[in-house]
Each structure stands twice: as structure tokens, then as C-alpha cells.
């Protein structure tokens, strides 16, 4: 945890930078000083959405409706509706997401790229390693889902990202929450997309983690769906999970309190990830995948901790 000192108020009303003496700000419950955060609005009336760098966080940057201390001040709650400013032309969704940022702060370092702000599988090339700012990875996630869509097509209701790697020409991982607005728990399982040169299919591969022994993810909402899973998490319920990276073997882990840890493990050295120039970086947050819902149709998270380490 950090302490500041007093900083100038932003002339952004949305934009608070508070004290130390004042309520907590989101890096002072999660060390977020390796972190960037995208928001689903513009402060400044543009077409692109605002983003707290780094040092705008350590400095207690947060907005207060999408990015703020629970009440309790023990979590960071991440909102966002179905309807707001997408980060590029070629996303369908709206997002308020981390992004890992290993250069923490120095801005001299470029934010993509094989540089030091991001990092490889060990299965990478030996040149990549020395580039980079991590060889291997481990994020450790406690949160709970506060809140899904309800509106919408069915087979994108209740649908968010919870956490991600990310690399310039697919995502290694892509980690699902859903809970249908029938059920009383909800579902997670992750998947897999290949980099386009691995010269595999373009399209993403699943991998089921908990819920209905038969997940359809994107009809969940069939009649011959159960309305409740024995193992399922309800919203407002904390769980942990875990993304583990060495060599080529991406591990997903799964905490869900009274219940058996769950593990599944993927060699994704057939998937490009040992590519030359394939560097990563973990996002985590609420990613909404739902773009039919009515416009303030709201998704929310709250992260109790969080912990990244590497090679």
C-alpha cells in the first residue's frame, strides 16, 4: 500500500486525485503502480476513452462511477455499461479493464512492443528474452462479479471478460464469467485464440473450468440448460483464480471456497505464442460481452487482490 501526499484536484470533475487522509483511492487498495486502467466514457468529450496511466493512478486518479473503493474499502469496483466509447474500430465491446504496464511509470519505454512494459512465454526465443521485462508469468485474481446484463440477445446476456493475456496478434487466454438472468449461479471457462501465423483456424478454442458438464456458452440459455450449478458462483460471491505461465504451458487455477480447487493446464506452443515478437500482457477488470443490451445495462466487478510475478 502507498501513502500520498496532497495533490492538485483535476479540473475534470469526474477525475478525482485525493490525499492520504481522504477516503482510499484504488491504489492504495491494490497496488496498481504497474497499471493502466481504460474506462468506458470520455472526460474530455473525444472519440477515444479516457485511460489513468500509471502515474495518474499512484497519484489516486479514479472516476466514481466506473473505477472506485467499495464501501467497505477492502476492493477496486470495476463498472461498465453495454452502451459507451470502445478502444478501437475493430472492438465490438465496451470495457473497464487494467492493463498491465511493466514499465511502472517510465514513460521513455513505448507501451507495445518486445520492450521492457511487456513480457514472453519462456518457450519464446532466447533473443526476445533479454528484451522484455518478464520471461514467464503468474496473475493471481480474488474478486467477485457484482452485476451482469439481463437485456439483450440471449446468447450474449450475462456474458463479461474477467481477465486476459493479451499479445499483439491474439489473446492466449481470454478468461468468461456468465450468468443467465434464469440462474442462480454462473459459469466461468476460458479460451484460447491462435496467433494468425501459428497457421492454425482463425477462431477462438474453449476450454470448460465450471458449470453445466455440456457448456454451450453461447446458448446457455436453452430450456435443457440447468437453472442452477451445484459448483456454480452466484454473483456478489469472492472466488480466486489463478493464470500460471511457464514455458509453453498455460494453467488456468480456479478457488472457489467449499469446493475442490479446479486446474486445467494447455501446451500452446501449436497456438504461436513461441513465435518471434509474440510479447503479452495481462488485463483484468469487467470486459463486457454483450453490445444488444439496453445502453445502461450495467456489469460490474469488484478485485479484492492482485498479484502479478514473472521469471
Not at 477462438?204 to 458449470?211: A, E, K, M, Q, S
Not at 506452443?269 to 503479452?280: A, F, K, T
Amino acid at each position: 500500500m502507498h501513502s500520498f501526499t496532497k495533490v492538485a484536484i483535476a479540473a475534470l470533475s469526474s477525475l478525482a486525485f485525493t490525499s492520504a487522509l481522504a477516503a482510499p483511492t484504488p491504489n492504495e487498495v491494490l497496488d496498481l503502480q504497474c497499471w493502466k486502467v481504460t474506462l468506458p466514457v470520455s472526460l474530455t468529450g473525444g472519440d477515444r476513452p479516457t485511460e489513468f496511466e500509471e502515474n495518474e493512478i499512484a497519484r489516486g486518479a479514479q472516476h466514481s462511477e466506473y473505477f472506485y473503493v467499495n464501501k467497505a474499502g477492502d476492493g477496486v469496483v470495476f463498472r461498465s455499461p453495454v452502451s459507451g466509447i470502445k478502444t478501437s474500430e475493430n472492438t465490438k465491446y465496451i470495457r473497464t479493464e487494467l492493463r498491465q504496464m511493466l514499465r511502472c511509470g517510465d514513460t521513455s519505454i513505448k507501451t507495445r512492443g518486445t520492450n521492457k512494459n511487456n513480457w514472453v512465454f519462456g518457450s519464446a526465443p532466447e533473443s526476445d528474452h533479454a528484451k522484455v521485462g518478464g520471461v514467464n508469468a503468474r496473475m493471481e485474481v480474488t474478486m467477485s462479479v457484482d452485476e451482469v446484463t439481463t437485456t439483450g440477445v440471449d446468447w450474449q446476456q450475462g456474458r463479461v471478460i474477467i481477465g486476459q493475456i493479451h499479445a499483439p496478434n491474439d489473446e492466449p487466454i481470454k478468461v468468461f464469467y456468465r450468468k443467465m438472468p434464469n440462474h442462480k449461479t454462473g459459469s466461468i471457462w476460458f479460451n484460447v485464440e491462435p496467433d494468425r501465423r501459428s497457421g492454425l483456424r482463425d477462431g477462438d478454442i474453449n476450454f470448460p473450468v465450471l458449470g453445466s458438464t455440456k457448456p454451450n456458452f453461447w446458448r446457455q440459455g436453452e430450456k435443457n440448460t440447468p437453472k442452477s450449478f451445484d459448483d456454480g458462483i452466484a454473483l456478489g460471491e469472492k472466488f480466486s483464480y489463478a493464470i500460471d505461465v511457464q514455458g509453453s504451458i498455460l494453467t488456468f487455477e480456479l478457488y472457489q471456497e467449499g469446493q475442490s480447487p479446479r486446474k486445467v493446464s494447455v501446451d500452446l506452443d501449436i497456438y504461436g505464442v513461441s513465435l518471434e515478437d509474440s510479447w503479452n500482457y495481462f488485463k483484468a477488470g469487467v470486459y463486457v460481452q454483450n453490445r444488444t443490451g439496453e445502453a445502461d445495462d450495467m456489469t460490474a466487478a469488484t478485485i479484492y487482490d492482485l498479484k502479478v510475478t514473472h521469471d
